[in-house]
């Protein structure tokens, strides 16, 4: 099975404009978490999309968003980026199912300038 | 405030002998740990799991102890090799959760040859 693919995986934007990233799971995973990673705080969730519903948020501003398409491909969006934006930004996909792992893709490396 | 604790940012260790990676949780309703490693420019692997309603897990030269009175977990590596030098994130979910893993910061272990 093909694994998790995030696009793309470099991107550089100015403070005050807006991202989406991309996400697909593998085959048959009907669940997509997204996580972003910086240094000083690790890895922290953002939100999980499980048959395009959103089913768990964490605490991150309304800026940041998302979505799941039928396919469970899922994009997340951050708008009016700021500096402290600049992070590592990944996407894990699952069964969806009670104490499944989920599978990371190599992650989105977003600089903010 | 953080939930779970890798409280050693970093272990070194000789090549052949046993590595003993520790998390701490403070959360009871935790009940599915993970352990995921993570080499540099590339998504976590997810390594191995453990449920709380046992107290170890074992695959290959990974095995995982829960100890729930303590809530401690811990991630043996043995034998070590230097293709185990990585950084190792604790995760923990709770049932009612399963797209959300709450990790720690992890531990980055090098193994030396």
């Known amino acids: 099975k093909a694994g998790v693919t995030q696009t793309p995986r470099y991107l550089i934007k100015t403070r005050g404009q807006q991202v989406t990233l991309s996400c697909s799971p593998i085959?048959?995973?009907?669940?997509v978490s997204w996580y972003q990673q910086t240094p000083g705080q690790g890895l922290q969730f953002l939100f999980e999309?499980?048959?395009?519903?959103?089913?768990n948020k964490g605490n991150f501003p309304g800026r940041f968003s998302g979505r799941q398409f039928s396919n469970s491909r899922s994009e997340m969006n951050v708008s009016t980026l700021e500096l402290g934006d600049s992070a590592l930004y990944l996407c894990?996909?699952?069964?969806?199912?009670?104490?499944?792992?989920?599978?990371f893709g190599p992650g989105t490396r977003l600089t903010v300038t | 405030d953080q939930q779970v604790k890798q409280n050693s940012p970093s272990l070194s260790v000789q090549e052949g002998r046993i590595s003993i990676l520790n998390c701490d949780y403070t959360?009871?309703?935790?009940?599915?740990f993970l352990w995921y490693k993570k080499y540099p420019a590339e998504g976590p692997t997810f390594l191995i799991s453990?449920?709380?309603?046992?107290d170890k897990n074992e695959d290959g030269r990974f095995t995982v102890f829960l100890n729930k009175s303590a809530k401690h977990l811990s991630l043996h590596i043995v034998p070590s090799q230097p293709g185990d030098s990585a950084v190792y994130f604790c995760?923990?979910?709770?049932?009612?959760?399963?797209?959300?893993?709450?990790f720690g910061k992890g531990t980055k272990l090098s193994v030396k040859p």
């Open positions: 894990a996909s699952s069964s969806g199912l009670a104490m499944g792992e989920q599978y």
């Open positions: 085959s048959g995973h009907r669940s």
């Open positions: 999309y499980f048959s395009e519903t959103q089913r």
């Open positions: 959360n009871s309703m935790f009940d599915y």
């Open positions: 453990i449920s709380s309603i046992k």
């Open positions: 995760a923990a979910s709770d049932g009612g959760s399963q797209g959300n893993l709450i």
